[in-house]
């Protein structure tokens, strides 16, 4: 017998957090899901992989591996209930440390990733405010490094920039005060307010853009296929790449937001409008940004396919400021456009927060609001001592690359590996998903999370570390590279290590999974059907 929280009888551990209901856990995890990469990394990447013709490998990424790694995800937080810690050790039948290892290898990439994350939205917040004046005049690209972020040499300064330490400290102060009020009354709140804010925002921005001058040249850039690429395997790595990333997927987000989904709430059919209300906001971006660049062709009397900075932080910091200053009503254009990549970050960064407060707070017995404040103090004064200096810029480049490219990655070959190939518990998540859900999954999303995914993501990762390893990346020192690079997952590993070997306030092993399972003989693993 179980009792709703997933604890047995005889404990003192409050009862689990939840969402109020469907809308609520569909909201947030959209909330997370729509980042800053769906605006500033979906539109270059498929201008730079074929075009209209790259939404072909994106749609098939999207079915074979993003939607189910998404549904591996909820059935472990749902049937574990706990964040990634907790749930992969009550997973374990065996080695439960080294699950639950893996668990704390994902809370500490959403930590670092969490620290320079909050930079940006900074950065986003302080630009929101420039838009009103227009205050980067007329060489945008010299305000954002030199004015602005006061760009140094690569190394580790403590000189910091009052322009960006100020939006910081705000930016933290709100995510700790949303952290603090708890799941419902936190997270989903907030989620509710600025999710359709987001989009309402972001659909005005896009049909302003429609009706600039040269806009529909850069949707014809945007969208003329070129069916040449799908002969590139590079372009279904993006593809993949691209569905991987923006899901929010197998770095503990959607492990921790499914644990709070009661015990018998639908899982598959809202996980279906997170990846495709994911997918529709991204192609939104994508027509709202070349619909703008289009513009900017026109003004300069150029090609799309001259035109420099069209993804990442130069297109949002640099490109989208220099278009803004040449339209018609530009400031107002301007407070949209970044007015809607604060509110895209910032519902991501809770998502990442909750993360790493619900491992602490679960492994250490803590209270929700103690939690919050502990975690995002700690997190402030480390994110601020990093990427609120003069080597801010530098610095999160480079640890962005690492962990997401090797960090996340790594953890999500190690999850399906682990979870699907040694503890052979795809049938046991298979089961949970079609018992608790309207939509019921079969054997194909069994294959697609124990065969393709680990193919695919195997590749990725070995291919990245070849990458770094040979050609190092964005021209910077190899000792940087070893110290903001690789340094940031030995750090991640050794953070792993050490929360791992130390004891719970109270052990989580007491558990039994609700529905029960039988695995049948062949599902068991080898060692267990001997005894």
């Not at 440390?97 to 950065?123: D, K, N, R």
């Not at 003004?299 to 069209?310: A, K, N, R, V």
């Not at 070959?413 to 049938?427: F, H, I, K, P, S």
Request: proline residues 5%; glycine residues 10%.
């Amino acid at each position: 017998m179980t009792n709703p929280g997933g604890l047995r009888g005889g404990t003192s551990t409050p009862p689990r957090e939840a969402w109020t209901g469907q809308v609520g856990f569909i909201f947030a995890a959209i909330g997370s899901a729509v980042g800053l990469g769906n605006i500033w990394r979906f539109p270059g990447v498929a201008y730079e992989n074929g075009g209209g013709a790259f939404l072909i490998p994106y749609l098939i990424a999207l079915v074979t591996a993003g939607i189910p790694i998404l549904f591996l995800d909820y059935a472990i937080g749902h049937r574990f209930r706990g964040a990634p810690p907790q749930a992969f050790r009550r997973m374990a039948r065996r080695g439960r440390s080294s699950m639950e290892s893996l668990g704390w290898f994902q809370v500490a990439i959403a930590f670092v990733i969490t620290l320079y994350y909050t930079a940006v939205i900074a950065w986003a917040l302080s630009y929101f405010v420039f838009s009103f004046d227009l205050r980067w005049g007329d060489d945008p690209a010299g305000f954002f490094t030199t004015d602005y972020l006061q760009v140094s040499d690569p190394g580790f300064s403590l000189e910091f920039v009052p322009g960006v330490l100020i939006p910081l400290l705000l930016v933290w102060v709100a995510a700790i005060t949303v952290l603090g009020a708890g799941v419902a009354k936190g997270l989903e709140r907030a989620n509710l307010v600025f999710l359709p804010l987001l989009v309402v925002a972001f659909l005005i921005l896009v049909v302003r853009a429609l009706f600039l001058d040269g806009a529909a040249e850069g949707l014809n850039a945007f969208f003329t296929p070129d069916w040449n690429a799908l002969a590139d395997p590079a372009v279904w790595i993006a593809a993949y790449s691209q569905i991987f990333f923006s899901l929010s997927i197998a770095f503990g987000i959607m492990v921790t937001y499914s644990s709070y989904r009661r015990r018998r709430g639908n899982l598959t059919a809202p996980g279906l409008v997170v990846a495709f209300g994911n997918s529709s906001f991204e192609l939104l971006a994508g027509i709202g940004v070349f619909a703008t660049l289009g513009f900017m062709a026109f003004q300069q009397g150029t090609e799309i396919s001259e035109l420099e900075g069209l993804t990442g932080v130069g297109l949002s910091f640099i490109t989208f400021p220099a278009i803004v200053s040449q339209m018609p009503g530009g400031p107002i254009f301007g407070a949209l456009f970044f007015g809607s990549l604060t509110l895209a970050g910032f519902t991501s960064l809770i998502s990442l927060l909750q993360v790493v407060s619900a491992a602490v707070q679960e492994k250490f017995g803590f209270s929700v609001r103690g939690t919050a404040v502990g975690v995002g103090i700690v997190c402030a004064i480390l994110s601020t001592l990093i990427f609120s200096t003069t080597t801010g810029l530098l610095a999160l480049d480079v640890t962005d690359n690492w962990a997401n490219n090797i960090g996340i990655v790594s953890s999500a070959v190690l999850m399906t590996v682990l979870v699907l190939w040694v503890l052979r518990r795809g049938g046991e998540l298979r089961a949970h998903l079609s018992a608790v859900s309207t939509f019921r999954v079969g054997a194909i999303w069994q294959t697609l999370v124990t065969v393709l995914a680990p193919i695919v993501l195997g590749y990725m990762l070995i291919t990245q570390i070849v990458t770094l390893v040979t050609d190092g990346y964005g021209g910077m020192p190899a000792w940087y590279l070893l110290i903001f690079g690789w340094g940031t997952i030995a750090l991640i590993i050794v953070l792993a290590l050490v929360l791992t070997l130390t004891p719970w306030r109270q052990s989580p092993d007491d558990f039994r999974a609700w529905p029960p399972y039988e695995p049948s003989e062949r599902s068991r693993p080898r060692s267990e059907v001997k005894r």
